[in-house]
């Protein structure tokens, strides 16, 4: 039986991961390996990793990393206590290969720490850009640190190659968060309403915003030109979750929870919703504000209109349905209107989710099934036409 250790680090991460783990959980020819990190094991963020007990996952290594700072240097020596934490959990473990999604400073710790104690790393959602962020370096980083590619597009599968990995180990299988589409059931708004202990009884609109590591991009000034702009939709309710730990993270947090207690009766303020509680929100909601990736890659399954503010997400691959906005009171006011009035729309056009149609897990399970215990690689020269 092949072990597979997945890691985790944030909520959204894991809401992503959720039907992999419940695949591999179930299946017979691999036992799971659970690595919690990050800001699930911090009341700050909503202690999280309570959420993943309940769902039923048992958590082999919790490893501590976060510090309680919310500047640059902070994150970096976050990063230096994961590599600690991680080399001595995965030489407890010792798995057959380590699962890792995305892009956070959290995972980077784990994948280098992988790759010296020489366990193949997969790696999910490679190849992409974000422009705005320090993740961009991050994930690229962490793509030459790993073995097996798995990418949510086409065209991020041929940006993984470019960066030197063969062909056969980078594979397009789609965006795993899009697993839900066809496997969760939703709540109704009476549930939404029931769970999160606020009455909905008007239109209202999902924020997530997270802090621009490498833009010009103040955030509180950015949060607050976003706090101002849903001052001009009073008729609209308001599910306000909370931002990252990335550095600038904290700062917003006082403006958020103000804003919150100032407009309590339309306003709610939340550390995590988890998975199904923020698709089902997604589903129902009248617009999706901020610059969360999720606003990128799951929100246009749902036929609604992401507001995506500023620089964070630049460069991502976006539907119709993603409408890009500066981080100005003026200019997210107008972007919100025309995402609600869905003018991004034609005549019965239906919006088209360039990142797949929700049948990722199975396919990594394949791989994962078929991985090879060598970590060897050598670096993939790319000539012109050469990509496949």
């Known amino acids: ?44 963020f909503g202690c999280t990793y309570q959420q ?12 501590e990393i976060l510090l309680s700072s919310d500047t640059a240097v902070g994150v970096a020596k976050s990063m230096g206590l994961g590599v600690l934490g ?43 850009v974000t422009e705005g962020a320090y993740d961009d370096a991050i994930r690229h980083a962490i793509t030459k640190l790993s073995y097996i590619h798995c990418t949510s597009t086409n065209e991020y599968r041929n ?56 833009a010009n991009e103040e955030p509180e000034e ?24 990335d550095d600038g993270g ?21 550390k995590s919703l988890g998975q199904i509680r923020y698709l089902s929100a997604v589903k129902h909601a009248a617009a999706i504000v901020g610059n969360s990736s999720s606003g990128i890659i799951e929100v246009p399954s749902f036929d609604v209109a992401t507001i995506d503010i500023g620089m ?23 972007a919100i209107q025309t995402g609600i009035d869905k003018k991004y729309k034609r005549s019965g056009e239906k919006v088209c989710n360039p990142y797949g149609q929700g ?4 396919q990594i399970i394949t791989l994962l099934k078929g991985i090879q215990e060598s970590t060897f690689k050598s670096f993939y020269d790319l000539n012109v036409g050469d990509i496949k």
């Open 1 to 44: 039986m092949r072990k597979i250790a997945v890691f985790t680090g944030t909520r959204a991460e894991y809401g992503l991961l959720y039907w992999l783990l419940k695949d591999i959980q179930t299946d017979a020819e691999l036992k799971l390996q659970l690595l919690v990190s990050g800001t699930h094991l911090s009341p700050e």
């Open 52 to 63: 993943i007990e309940q769902d039923g996952f048992a958590i082999d290594e919790k490893i």
């Open 86 to 128: 991680f080399t001595d959990a995965l030489s407890r473990l010792n798995p057959d290969a380590l699962v890792i999604l995305g892009d956070r400073f959290e995972a980077l710790a784990a994948a280098q720490t992988a790759m010296i104690l020489r366990i193949p790393v997969i790696h999910l959602h490679g190849g992409e």
């Open 159 to 214: 940006r993984v190659i470019q960066l030197g990995e063969a062909p056969e180990r980078v594979k397009n299988v789609g965006a795993i968060g899009l697993d839900h589409l066809s496997r969760s059931t939703f709540m109704t708004i009476a549930e939404l309403s029931k769970s999160l202990d606020f009455c909905i009884t008007q239109p209202y609109i999902l924020v997530t915003y997270h802090p621009v590591t490498l």
């Open 222 to 245: 950015s949060f607050q030109a976003l706090l101002d702009a849903l001052d001009e939709f009073p008729e609209y309710q308001i599910i306000l979750t909370y931002p990252n730990a």
């Open 250 to 270: 904290r700062r917003i947090i006082p403006l958020l929870e103000s804003y919150a207690n100032s407009n309590s009766k339309r306003t709610l303020a939340i």
């Open 312 to 334: 964070r997400q630049k460069g991502r691959l976006a539907a119709k349905s993603v409408i890009h906005c500066e981080p100005s009171k003026n200019d997210i006011i107008y």
């Open 359 to 362: 049948d990722a897990s199975g």
